[in-house]
């Protein structure tokens, strides 16, 4: 089982749809990140999160340390928003340097 | 422009013949990792590096040599490719370790080893 699951591994909403893409993991963290791979293959950091919740524009993660659980919302949802979330996560016994990745989130949204 | 810099950005090669990917940032950061992307497997770290002259394995490092002689380059050396190398390789920096802060990725490799 992997330590880091996706889901769902693929979504597809029609344009204006509020989106939840969640992630799991089974192994305690130092800090989560979001990544967004466009349909080009480039990648993005979207958010980096310890603790709680960050907001950027229509994009807002949030993180639940108890539950080992986390969440990237999107409001609004735009066709230009389809693209692949990646999750990672970093184990505190790395030393804070390593990163182990969800599968992804395929998001196709719809005009 | 801030950025990370990958090349090349497409090769071809064949198995056995040593290869080079360079990776470049302008932006004084510390830390640098080289990751893979492969379909189904998502994307796996090879090496890191914290430093100059300060390197360590990611989870799938076996194939792979990396070097940190420069703050800003950190070159992936493919000494003998082999077929299940191929791939879709890319190369990322930050500030300070991933645990601190977000990472600014290079635009990817595609590697094909025949």
């Known amino acids: 089982k992997n330590e880091v699951e996706q889901s769902p591994q693929n979504l597809t909403a029609q344009e204006g749809e509020f989106i939840t893409i969640n992630c799991s993991y089974s192994v305690g963290i130092s800090a989560l990140h979001w990544l967004q791979q466009h349909p080009g293959g480039g990648i993005v950091s979207l958010f980096m999160?310890?603790?709680g919740k960050k907001k950027h524009g229509r994009l807002i993660a949030t993180i639940n340390i108890q539950e080992k659980h986390s969440s990237l919302h999107i409001t609004a949802s735009h066709p230009r928003d389809s693209a692949v979330y990646i999750c990672?996560?970093?184990?505190?016994?790395?030393?804070?340097?390593?990163?182990?990745f969800g599968e992804g989130t395929q998001l196709t949204v719809n005009p | 422009e801030a950025q990370v810099t990958q090349n090349p950005r497409y090769l071809i090669t064949v198995t056995g013949k040593k290869l080079t990917v360079t990776c470049s940032q302008n932006m004084n950061h510390e830390y640098m990792s080289w990751y893979r992307q492969d379909p189904g497997l998502g994307l796996r770290q090879i090496y890191y590096s914290m430093n100059v002259e300060a390197t360590d394995k990611g989870d799938v490092p076996e194939g792979y040599k990396v070097s940190r002689k420069e703050k800003r380059n950190f070159p992936l050396i493919l000494e003998s490719p082999s077929p299940n190398q191929t791939s879709l390789y890319f190369c990322?920096?930050?500030?300070?370790?991933?645990?601190?802060?977000?990472?600014?990725f290079g635009p990817g490799t595609r590697l094909t080893v025949l």
């Open positions: 999160l310890s603790s």
């Open positions: 990322a920096s930050s500030p300070d370790r991933p645990s601190y802060n977000e990472q600014f």
């Open positions: 990672a996560v970093i184990k505190p016994e790395t030393s804070g340097s390593r990163l182990t």
